[in-house]
């Protein structure tokens, strides 16, 4: 663990004799761990491997073979190089279907406001959708504007809640309100835009 490279740092020559001094050199490096090497004598390899354990630290072997290492460099290199030629096709691909996909998605979104808005405020139908994008600091305003004009359609929806609010259909007590709302994230590339 990277919390106690330093406490490796500190005690891997004491661990056991025959340890080249100043050996041990980073490998690798992330947010939870580190990878050290160490140099040391085969003859005191199992008394380290015991020592390093005492004192928490993992101890893994590790044999030079060459031919591994270019196997594994000549897979890397490949799999980059299968990447670039999956990435054209894909984005080609993506450029085509995203359309179908999202109109797909925005029906199926309006299908479930006209079901919903019949199920709460029964026949005949009459109501507008509307998808409104507001700015982040507007959303507040905005849905207190929404409560105070549509609040005679029905008051368990009001702001606050009441413990009336119909049970079953999948909303949760802060997320109904006297319209009929529903989110749509359409943040595809990480821009964090939601649609109301």
Known sequence: PLAIVNDWNAKYEKLTDMIVPRSSQLVYQD??????TVTLFSKVVDEFKNKARENKFLVREFSYNDEELKAGKTE??????????AFGPLVRWLKVNFGE???????VKALRVFVESVLRFGLPVNFQGMLLLPQKKQTKK?????NDLYFHL????AIGGSEDIPTGLGFGQGEYYPYVYYKINIDMIGSNSVMN
């Open 142 to 146: 905005l849905r207190e504007v929404l």
């Open 76 to 85: 890397l290199t490949k799999l980059h190089t299968d990447k670039k030629k």
């Open 154 to 157: 029905d008051t368990t929806g």
């Open 31 to 36: 947010n939870d761990n580190a990878l050290l």
């Open 101 to 107: 996909c999202f109109t797909a998605w925005i029906h």
